[in-house]
């Protein structure tokens, strides 16, 4: 019957009770929990996973077998019949604003793609290509009504409802198309190793009012030796990892999951004693999986090259302003200079911020994405207060291979695919945003918010805003 509906379609919605079947008291909503079936695939001719989503509470979505007993802890189910929707006439219907063949209310509310920008992620593929692709790939030839592939690189077969969207356009189930790189429920995301030194805490938003669950996980890609450390008393979520994993004293996490059988993996407690009366435990399983089913694709990242020569040089007691398109050769803040940023897009080669130095967002909250293709400095001080802020609005592309360190106080999403992360240098150890790196070292203490990238849309004419009255330099 679930098959027959999702190849309808029509999603399935289920009640899981925490008890077998005939415990169950519909009375106690407390002892139900409620789950969303989209679509099914055959692992085997004679194994079938269907596709569960919100399996946590927290959006977490996986792929099931159910098999024996596990089918009397469902409660109940009904299917979702078709829901038919009205596409309103608003002005974004009409208007093209960046010229990219995309409207913006398509980029603004079905595919979550800046309508200012005609690369999104940056990644060197256009929006209009990367939103083809998978647009495409949802019309495949059905094989007699039914969607029907087979898994690249694999003899699988997968048939059902939105399954090539699941597995090509939101191929980490978090609700975003390819252009956005880092799922919601990530903060760090290492191609390589993480090491998460003692004290760490991560919070799932910019304040400190609750500690992350299994909303802040981290993914290590790494698949020799320790994938991950969790050093003595830092507080994570769950971990996605293809190596082993290592959890020192009073260490924290959530589920921890593998992906590399058949070399199967165990969580190493390290010099931990585990007692029913301590406030710190290991994941509530380890699960083993093939890493052909690894939730995750990162995109190829590729540097804007600038040609010009130009260069910006801010001194002490200057400031400047960067608006959307500039791009440099060199930008350079000495000790005492300050630096705004606009809204919009910047590239440059080599960036400098030296100690003493400091930015503005002149319009915290809204999009500014910065590429820096070669060379990076960043030991500047952030002078918007509300960094939470700042954070949904700022990303950065880093392309260059050396060490990136932060330090002090960060606010955005980092993302340097090719370049070790340091996170966490200073005193002030308070770290907004979202981070991808190629092996991710935090400091002691250090404190991670976790604020997606996310910013407001524009509502205003797109003329750079100037801020050349605030003193100095334009």
């Known amino acids: 019957m679930w098959i027959d509906s999702l190849l309808k379609d029509k999603p399935i919605y289920v009640s899981q009770c925490n008890f077998k079947r005939e415990e169950c008291d519909p009375t106690q909503y407390a002892s139900f929990h409620v789950l969303l079936v989209d679509g099914f695939r055959y692992r085997t001719p004679d194994s079938v996973e269907f596709h569960f989503i919100n399996t946590d509470n927290y959006g977490t979505n996986e792929w099931r077998v159910l098999f024996g007993e596990n089918w009397l802890f469902i409660y109940s189910f009904y299917v979702i019949g078709n829901v038919d929707s009205v596409r309103s006439t608003l002005p974004e219907v009409h208007v093209d604003t960046n010229s990219d063949g995309v409207m ?6 079905r ?11 940056g990644d060197g593929i256009d929006d209009k290509t990367e939103i083809y692709s998978y647009v495409m790939r949802e019309k495949i030839a059905a094989l007699n009504g039914m969607r029907s592939m087979i898994l690249p690189g694999t003899t699988t077969r997968i048939t059902g409802r939105g399954l090539e969207k699941e597995m090509y356009a939101d191929i980490d189930g978090d609700g975003k198309r390819a252009e956005n790189e880092i799922p919601d429920n990530v903060v760090i995301y290492s191609l390589d190793y993480i090491r998460i030194n003692d004290g760490i805490v991560l919070y799932p938003g910019s304040s400190e009012n609750s500690q992350c669950k299994t909303d802040c996980n981290v993914v290590a ?10 050093g ?6 769950d971990i996605y990892s293809k190596g082993q994993v290592w959890v020192r004293n009073r260490g924290i996490v959530g589920t921890v999951r593998y992906y590399g059988l058949p070399q199967e993996y165990t969580t190493i407690l390290q010099d931990v004693t585990l007692t029913s009366d301590r406030d710190f435990y290991k994941g509530f399983v380890d699960i083993n999986l093939d890493e052909r089913l690894w939730p995750y694709r990162i995109p190829e990242f590729k540097a804007r090259r600038v040609k010009s020569n130009a260069e910006k040089i801010v001194k002490s007691s200057e400031c400047d302003t ?3 398109g500039d791009a440099f050769k060199t930008i350079k803040v000495e000790a005492g200079g300050r630096l705004y940023f606009g809204e919009g897009e910047i590239t440059v080669n080599k960036l400098q911020l030296d100690a003493g130095s400091s930015i503005s967002f002149v319009k915290p909250g809204f999009s500014t994405i910065l590429h820096v293709n070669e060379k990076i400095q960043w030991n500047t001080i952030i002078e918007n207060h509300n960094f939470g802020i700042v954070a949904s609005g700022f990303k950065l592309y880093y392309y260059g291979e050396e060490k990136f360190f932060v330090h ?7 993302i340097a695919p090719n370049a070790k992360l340091v996170l966490g240098q200073t005193q002030n150890k308070k770290i907004y945003g979202q981070f991808l790196g190629n092996g991710v070292t935090v400091h002691q203490y250090s404190k991670i918010f976790r604020v997606e990238f996310n910013p407001k849309k524009s509502t205003e004419s797109n003329t750079p805003f100037n801020v050349a009255w605030i003193g100095g330099r334009k």
Request: no cysteine; hydrophobic share 40%; charged share 30%.
């Open 408 to 414: 002090g106080v960060w606010a955005g999403t980092l």
């Open 232 to 237: 003595a008393g830092a507080a994570i979520g």
């Open 221 to 230: 890609d790494a698949k020799e030796g320790v994938s991950v450390i969790v």
């Open 111 to 121: 595919f979550d793609s800046d309508y200012r920008l005609r690369d999104t992620d």
């Open 322 to 324: 960067l608006r959307n």
């Open 104 to 109: 913006d209310f398509d980029e603004m509310y």
